[in-house]
Structure formats: C-alpha cells, structure tokens
C-alpha cells in the first residue's frame, strides 16, 4: 500500500535517517487542523509534536503534481510530544498538546522562520506532573482576549491572552476534558470530559459548574456497550442546540429544556468529532468514515476517507477559491474534498 510513498523519501539522506522518517510517515496521526487567515494554505499538526503547512494553491491546480500534495514547510512546535489542537486568530497560529501552549505569527510561518511570540504553561500539581492541552478555544471581543483549554489534569484553564495570565481553573470533572466551546459571545464554556458529562460554565461567575448533563443516564442516548465517556461536544450558530457523544449515542440537545431530542445513529461507532455548517452537521469517529448528518438524524451521506480514525474534520470559511473541507485522523493522508460528498486528493504530511 505504502510503496510508491517511499519512494519519495529523498535517497541523499542517511540509511538510517531514511528508514525513521519512513516509520515516523507509517505512524503519524493527524490531530488537528487549521487553515491560514487569508485561506490559501492549511495547516496540520501531528503525534511527532511536528507543523506542516500546505499550499492549497499549489494542490488545487489542475498542474498539480506529486509534490503539491506535500508540505511546502514542516516545523517543531513541541519538543514534549504530540500537538493535540490548533486555533487561529487574523495574525496567530496557537498550537497546543503535550507542553506549553504557544502563539506563532502567521507572517514568520509563511516566511518560513516560525518562532514563538508567547506560550502559557498549565499549572503542575508535582514535579512529575505534565498535563496534555486537549482542546482549545479563543474570545476574541473588543473589550476581552482570553484563551479557553481542556486540559488533561480534569480541568478547564482560562487565559487572558493579553497579559498571560491565567485568571481562572474551573475544576469538577473527574477525568480528561476532551472538548471545550464558547457559548453568548466567551461568557459561558461547555466542557465534555472523560467522566461521561458536559459541563456547563459561568466564566463571569467563577466558581462550580452552572449545570451538569450526563448523556449515558439517558435511554435514548445510552450504549453501556461502548462505556460513558464523551469526546465532542459543539453548538449550532444560534445557541439553541447542542450536540455532543462519544461512548453514548451522538446526540443533539435543547439547550433550554436540557433534554435530548435527536440520536445519530453510528452502531458500533464512537464519534470523536462533530461540527454544525449550514443546515447539516458533519461528524466523524473510530471508523474511516465522514458523516454529513440533516438535522433530524436521518444520515444524508458517507463519505469514505482514508485515517481509518477521525479527529478533526474542517472546512476553510477564509477563502471562497480554496473553500475546501479536509479531514485529519489516523494516517499522515489528510482527505481533501473539493465537493464535500466525496475524496478528491490527500495531502502527504511528511519531512523530507
């Protein structure tokens, strides 16, 4: 399957040097993605701690050849391990996982001389301790800059992005937080854990979480099969609808009775990622599969795609040229679509 990818390995490197960067690309997971502020390139950071960045003019030509699909850039964001997240602000790349979270500019990126403008650093309860950054959203308002991170210490760190402080650690969960997002313009978070529930926070009321939904103490929502735990959680563009899953059922909730209303069925399947765009919601999970959901939960279409695992499916909203939606998982091929329904190249994340 891999043979006539190793071909492209640049012979000039040493033997041994040739054969790591061969197992490293056999290796690599894909957890997150980003696409650059004018929306010619994307961004992808891998389990290696490694950037790479993609020339989305370059791929999309109708010329384009092998070397299109690889990076026209690749860099070390983490000497610590894995990079788990990215988030974009108009000048900003953040990266974020094993180590410090840190902010690179996109001109130094593009210029192919990253360095890092400032990092944060989660609190540590030992010596021994380092816990991974999950997931991370930014609130970006006139009068507030802050950074919100899902952390694998149980908690919930909140940023002020414009004098490093870290201002608040909303604490209660039991587990890993796997997602975070924002809700009424950054002054509440959602937060699904490991532990089985969603949280609910008050970020102008710092202190316990506002409520508590367990989706697996739910029938309609419960598969005691594939355990409790809960990997996504996001919210439509109006706030009038969650959805979140995991070991439970992927479910869409009414966020003022707090109820569940509408199961996507995926038997067998955990979903790990899931987003709302227009009138559908795109999910994916342990299955080399994107699901394009109508919002009732009836399935519109499969589409197939290579990491045999997904975790991040995105979709380039900067650029109405290279509007794309590309998917990241279990695989250094990320799935490029150019009509969303189905496959039409991947890019190659590979060093040399």
Same mark, same amino acid.
């Given at each position: 399957m891999y043979g006539g990818?190793?071909?492209?390995?640049?012979?000039?490197?040493?033997?041994?040097?040739?054969?790591?960067?061969?197992?490293?690309?056999?290796?690599?997971?894909?957890f997150s993605q980003c696409f650059s502020p004018c929306g010619k390139y994307l961004v992808a950071a891998n389990n290696y701690g490694q950037i790479a960045v993609f020339n989305l003019s370059s791929s999309l030509s109708p010329d384009a050849v092998d070397t299109s699909y690889s990076p026209v850039f690749t860099f070390r964001a983490s000497e610590d391990g894995a990079v788990y997240c990215l988030a974009s602000t108009s000048t900003l790349l953040i990266s974020a996982g094993e180590g410090d979270i840190c902010a690179w500019r996109w001109a130094d990126i593009l210029n192919k001389a990253p360095k890092i403008i400032w990092s944060f650093s989660l609190p540590k309860k030992g010596v021994f301790t380092n816990p991974e950054v999950?997931?991370?959203?930014?609130?970006?308002?006139?009068?507030?800059?802050?950074?919100?991170?899902?952390?694998?210490?149980?908690?919930?760190h909140v940023w002020d992005m414009e004098s490093g402080n870290l201002e608040q650690t909303l604490g209660g969960h039991e587990d890993y937080v796997h997602r975070v997002c924002l809700k009424n313009e950054g002054r509440e978070c959602l937060s699904a854990s490991e532990d089985g529930t969603v949280r609910m926070w008050d970020l102008r009321s710092p202190?316990?979480?506002?409520?508590?939904?367990?989706?697996?103490?739910?029938?309609?929502?419960?598969?005691?099969?594939?355990?409790?735990?809960?990997?996504?959680? +996001? @919210?439509? !563009? #109006?706030e009038d609808w969650m959805v979140c899953g995991g070991g439970p059922k992927l479910a869409m909730w009414h966020m003022r009775s707090l109820q569940p209303t509408t199961t996507f069925n995926t038997p067998g399947v955990c979903q790990t990622f899931?987003?709302?765009?227009?009138? +559908? @919601?795109? !999910? #994916?999970?342990?299955?080399?599969?994107?699901?394009?959901?109508?919002?009732?939960?009836?399935?519109?279409?499969?589409?197939?795609?290579?990491?045999?695992?997904?975790?991040?499916?995105?979709?380039?909203?900067?650029?109405?040229?290279?509007?794309?939606l590309s998917v990241g998982g279990s695989s250094a091929m990320i799935d490029v679509c150019t009509n969303f329904g189905y496959k039409a190249f991947s890019l190659k994340f590979k060093t040399s």
């Open positions: 990818r190793n071909q492209n390995v640049n012979n000039s490197m040493p033997t041994e040097d040739r054969g790591l960067s061969v197992r490293q690309f056999l290796h690599t997971t894909v999950n997931s991370i959203v930014m609130d970006q308002q006139e009068t507030r800059q802050k950074l919100v991170a899902g952390c694998g210490d149980n908690n919930v202190g316990e979480s506002v409520h508590i939904l367990e989706p697996s103490k739910h029938e309609m929502c419960s598969r005691p099969e594939m355990g409790r735990w809960l990997g996504c959680v +996001t @919210l439509d !563009s #109006g899931a987003r709302f765009h227009d009138d +559908t @919601l795109i !999910s #994916g999970g342990t299955e080399p599969m994107v699901n394009h959901w109508f919002l009732n939960g009836e399935l519109k279409q499969g589409v197939p795609c290579t990491p045999t695992s997904v975790f991040n499916v995105n979709i380039n909203l900067n650029s109405d040229k290279y509007k794309v």
